[in-house]
């Protein structure tokens, strides 16, 4: 690092009283004032961290001057809001994207700049908010950017984890876990509010007694927790619209201390705290299938009970009538993570506000929408009744009422069908008697939406044909978008000053403005242009592959990338099967035709999952040998990055030839890492799944790689008795690749290291059909390597896919769900 240039400033402030000069901006005056006041630092004794503290300061007091003014005029003109709850926002870091979004990026950099400091350099000091798992999360962070940049009354609901997403590091080629210690450091970005704070119960009994119409519920002796609010301010990209991330942290009840301390058992006490406070303690990392840990159940109830406390008191700070709900607030389930809300807002409103059953009922579906993530039968989530009914007795009463009423109502409609209310209820007694939360969200829900077309086709007529026909109506299709600020303009400066500079800087507010750009696609000067903005790119990123896995890329040879998290449906596998298929090829001679590639993998694996973590380390070994081959030399290089998360992904998204979007048809419900690759100048190879499909559709068949069997074709071969055995035997290129896994052939000194991939893939039946796909991707892939050879055709179909991806930005998602869902309002200032 270099040291600051201006001697004069540590004279300056060593005086403790900031001097305004002439000759400086009040950025950096703002910046300098913070070292000494905020850090109690000058910039003779001040580190890099105390430089990105007095950064992050400065902007910081821009967003809260727009922040409270959105609470105020939200106090003021008392809009309709929406309330936003989610277990994950992968929010990432925040300095660089609060100052891009109030449009002070070049001031905050021309200020550091003048005290001798690079903006690049300091952002590097913040770490990731990871407080999410992949998509999912990050689906929920891209929302409440555009939320707030649409002027949209939206606040998110989540829990202040104090651990986020494992740090992944990789040791002798293997995945190890390492917990994410994010708030080592003062948390800049977040504000604790104490005088909001919730009390949460859990466990304890339901006593019945008379009321004047019948019969009431005292939820009693049960144990509290207390949930502290901590805000997060979302600001709008050029807008003054500055909302709210409202993340719940538990703490112990002064009355459970008192209580310990007076039974003079101090110890007990600590002990006891840190149990109840474990609640907000660790994100968990999605497995390979749902499990029923109590812990994660208390997590789902505690931020989901603090949320519609919060909001009904909000709502009741004005005398209105109940009638009114509906109209003042809608609530949107990520997932079915939050589904317990549904009982929830019965349980306030019955219990707590007297309200009558019915009438109460009729409010709660008006509020909730839902969307599904997953077809998956093993990520729907179900608690065992036992479980549910110890921890939240009076919830499982009110979900048996919804399902009493429910089930009455499907037996009017459909008199006889017992199966039929059997395969609907809320409770599955099939299987040891277990809470299907799906069933729960699309009962209490007014409307259900897939992410993708293809998704909610498959929803329709799959996982929810039954509701489909109970409901018409209720499922509808939103596809899923990106931010274009955090994921173009942000991780991409360079192709947003060429796009800004040929079409001007509407598009970073209406994306579907770069359709602009097509003509250019043809234009020579142009492709040139934005060729040697992808080099650079690609250069940057090269350099931090090697600084990070001590591996030496090409930067000129195809970088083929494919992250995300490591799962067996997303088939990392068979990108590795087509990298050994490489590997042969260049073994037995044929290196010369052989387009260069660096194939670049990255993403975590739960640590519960243990086919995904063995996939790494197949990554690894392959890595190992491949990259040692002197017969390979430049023409194939293999990386694994490690700890893959948003920070990592705003360098390697731009750094991207080709796109790997390659998931078994059916299974991937949209996908956000493909339209992020194409945003960026990639080109997709990509089955027929997710919105893989509607990204072709918009940038045209010619200008994508579509190869594999369908969802429909997949549903076939199922059907009539896939075996791989004879893909094996039928191409002499995968029977090769497969025994080189089965040997050990990248293991020797442990051969039957892999044996279980090969064992997953010929004897038990290949679940994802990667053999059935094998001939297909590799053909495809041929033909990949062909076109990178022509840079020009390259460089003018990636051109069309930036050109044309304005669909996929998460403003029009959102404007979706507003009009569609929310039935929700801009407000403007
Ligand atoms: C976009 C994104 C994802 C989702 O990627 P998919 O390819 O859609 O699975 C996951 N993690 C991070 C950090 C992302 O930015």
Same mark, same amino acid.
């Given at each position: 690092m270099t040291t600051p240039k201006a001697k004069s400033v540590s004279k300056k402030t060593a005086g403790i009283k900031p001097t305004i000069t002439t000759e400086q901006t009040p950025i950096a005056q703002a910046l300098q004032n913070h070292l000494i006041f905020s850090s109690g630092k000058t910039s003779a004794s001040a580190?890099?961290?105390?430089?990105?503290?007095?950064?992050?300061?400065?902007?910081?007091?821009?967003?809260?001057?727009?922040?409270?003014?959105?609470?105020?005029?939200?106090?003021?003109?008392?809009?309709?809001?929406?309330?936003?709850?989610?277990?994950?926002?992968?929010?990432?870091? *925040?300095? =660089?994207? %609060? /100052? !891009?979004?109030? +449009?002070?990026?070049?001031?905050?950099?021309?200020?550091?700049? @003048?005290?001798?400091?690079?903006?690049?350099?300091?952002?590097? *000091?913040? =770490?990731? %908010? /990871? !407080?999410?798992? +992949?998509?999912?999360?990050?689906?929920?962070?891209?929302?409440? @950017?555009?939320?707030?940049?649409?002027?949209?009354?939206?606040?998110?609901?989540?829990?202040?984890?104090?651990?986020?997403?494992?740090?992944?590091?990789?040791?002798?080629?293997?995945?190890?876990?390492?917990?994410?210690?994010?708030?080592?450091?003062?948390?800049?970005?977040?504000?604790?509010?104490?005088?909001?704070?919730?009390?949460?119960?859990?466990?304890?009994?339901?006593?019945?007694?008379?009321?004047?119409?019948?019969?009431?519920?005292?939820?009693?002796?049960?144990?509290?927790?207390?949930?502290?609010?901590?805000?997060?301010?979302?600001?709008?990209?050029?807008?003054?619209?500055?909302?709210?991330?409202?993340?719940?942290?538990?703490?112990?009840?002064?009355?459970?201390?008192?209580?310990?301390?007076?039974?003079?058992?101090?110890?007990?006490?600590?002990?006891?705290?840190?149990?109840?406070?474990?609640?907000?303690?660790?994100?968990?990392?999605?497995?390979?299938?749902?499990?029923?840990?109590?812990?994660?159940?208390?997590?789902?109830?505690?931020?989901?009970?603090?949320s519609i406390q919060d909001?009904?008191?909000?709502?009741?700070?004005?005398?209105?009538?109940?009638?009114?709900?509906?109209?003042?607030?809608?609530?949107?389930?990520?997932?079915?993570?939050?589904?317990?809300?549904?009982?929830?807002?019965?349980?306030?409103?019955?219990?707590?506000?007297?309200?009558?059953?019915?009438?109460?009922?009729?409010?709660?579906?008006?509020?909730?929408?839902?969307?599904?993530?997953?077809?998956?039968?093993?990520?729907?989530?179900?608690?065992?009744v036992e479980l549910f009914g110890r921890l939240l007795p009076r919830h499982l009463g009110i979900i048996y009422q919804i399902n009493h009423e429910f089930l009455q109502m499907v037996n009017h409609k459909f008199p006889g069908d017992t199966d039929l209310l059997t395969r609907v209820s809320i409770i599955d007694e099939s299987n040891g008697r277990r809470v299907r939360m799906a069933h729960l969200a699309v009962v209490g829900s007014h409307t259900v939406n897939g992410v993708a077309a293809l998704h909610s086709q498959l929803l329709k007529t799959t996982l929810f044909a039954d509701f489909n026909r109970i409901y018409p109506g209720k499922f509808v299709n939103i596809t899923n978008g990106i931010t274009p600020r955090r994921w173009l303009n942000q991780c991409n400066p360079q192709l947003t000053s060429l796009l800004e500079k040929v079409i001007g800087a509407g598009f970073q507010k209406d994306l579907s403005d770069l359709s602009d750009i097509v003509p250019l696609a043809e234009d020579k000067a142009f492709r040139k242009v934005f060729r040697e903005i992808k080099r650079a790119n690609k250069l940057r990123l090269a350099q931090r592959l090697e600084k990070v896995t001590g591996v030496t890329v090409n930067p000129d040879s195809l970088f083929d990338v494919q992250i995300k998290r490591i799962h067996e449906y997303k088939r990392q596998l068979l990108n590795l099967l087509h990298v050994i298929t490489l590997y042969n090829r260049i073994r037995s001679g044929n290196a010369d035709s052989i387009t260069p590639r660096t194939v670049i993998f990255g993403g975590k694996a739960a640590p519960g999952y243990w086919m995904a973590k063995l996939i790494i380390r197949l990554i690894n070994d392959v890595a190992a040998i491949v990259n040692e081959d002197p017969a390979v030399g430049d023409k194939l290089k293999v990386v694994f990055y490690p700890n893959y998360e948003v920070s990592a992904a705003e360098l390697l998204f731009p750094g991207s030839d080709l796109s790997e979007q390659i998931s078994t048809a059916g299974t991937e419900a949209s996908g956000t890492g493909n339209m992020k690759m194409a945003l960026n100048g990639a080109l997709t190879i990509g089955t027929l799944d997710g919105a893989n499909v509607e990204i072709k559709e918009e940038v045209g068949d010619e200008n994508i790689f579509i190869f594999g069997l369908t969802t429909d074709e997949v549903a076939e071969k199922k059907a009539s008795g896939y075996n791989p055995w004879d893909y094996y035997h039928a191409n002499a290129e995968l029977k090769q690749v497969l025994d080189m896994i089965a040997t050990g052939f990248f293991c020797v000194d442990e051969p039957d290291?892999?044996?279980?991939?090969?064992?997953?893939?010929?004897?038990?039946?290949?679940?994802?059909?990667?053999?059935?796909?094998?001939?297909?991707?590799?053909?495809?892939?041929?033909?990949?390597?062909?076109?990178y050879k022509d840079q020009e055709e390259w460089s003018r179909r990636a051109i069309l896919n930036v050109a044309r991806v304005g669909k996929f930005s998460s403003d029009r998602t959102i404007g979706e769900y507003a009009s569609k869902i929310w039935k929700i309002q801009a407000l403007k200032r």
């Open positions: 580190t890099k961290r105390d430089w990105y503290a007095s950064t992050a300061y400065t902007v910081r007091d821009h967003v809260i001057e727009r922040w409270v003014k959105t609470v105020e005029g939200y106090r003021e003109h008392d809009p309709k809001r929406v309330y936003y709850l989610s277990l994950e926002f992968l929010i990432g870091r *925040m300095l =660089s994207n %609060a /100052a !891009l979004n109030l +449009g002070i990026n070049d001031e905050v950099r021309d200020g550091l700049s @003048d005290l001798g400091y690079q903006l690049e350099n300091v952002v590097e *000091m913040e =770490s990731d %908010a /990871a !407080l999410g798992n +992949g998509g999912l999360g990050r689906l929920a962070a891209c929302f409440l @950017d555009s939320m707030a940049t649409l002027d949209i009354p939206g606040t998110g609901y989540g829990i202040r984890y104090e651990y986020g997403m494992f740090r992944q590091t990789i040791e002798k080629g293997q995945q190890v876990e390492n917990p994410d210690n994010w708030l080592r450091y003062v948390n800049i970005w977040e504000f604790q509010r104490p005088e909001h704070t919730y009390m949460v119960q859990f466990f304890g009994k339901v006593v019945e007694y008379p009321t004047k119409n019948g019969v009431g519920y005292h939820w009693v002796e049960s144990e509290s927790v207390v949930a502290m609010a901590y805000d997060i301010p979302i600001p709008g990209y050029d807008t003054h619209t500055v909302n709210n991330l409202r993340l719940w942290s538990a703490k112990a009840t002064r009355e459970f201390d008192l209580r310990q301390f007076n039974d003079g058992n101090y110890e007990k006490a600590v002990e006891g705290r840190n149990a109840t406070e474990n609640i907000s303690k660790v994100l968990y990392p999605n497995d390979a299938s749902a499990s029923g840990r109590e812990l994660r159940l208390k997590q789902q109830y505690f931020f989901v009970s603090a909001i009904l008191r909000r709502f009741l700070l004005k005398r209105r009538e109940w009638n009114e709900l509906p109209d003042k607030i809608a609530i949107q389930l990520n997932d079915t993570h939050p589904a317990i809300a549904v009982a929830e807002l019965m349980y306030q409103l019955v219990d707590v506000h007297r309200l009558e059953w019915a009438h109460a009922w009729k409010l709660v579906v008006k509020i909730f929408g839902y969307t599904n993530h997953t077809l998956m039968p093993e990520a729907l989530e179900t608690w065992s290291r892999y044996k279980a991939i090969f064992d997953n893939l010929l004897q038990k039946g290949d679940h994802y059909l990667l053999l059935a796909d094998y001939e297909s991707y590799i053909a495809t892939q041929d033909a990949v390597s062909a076109l």
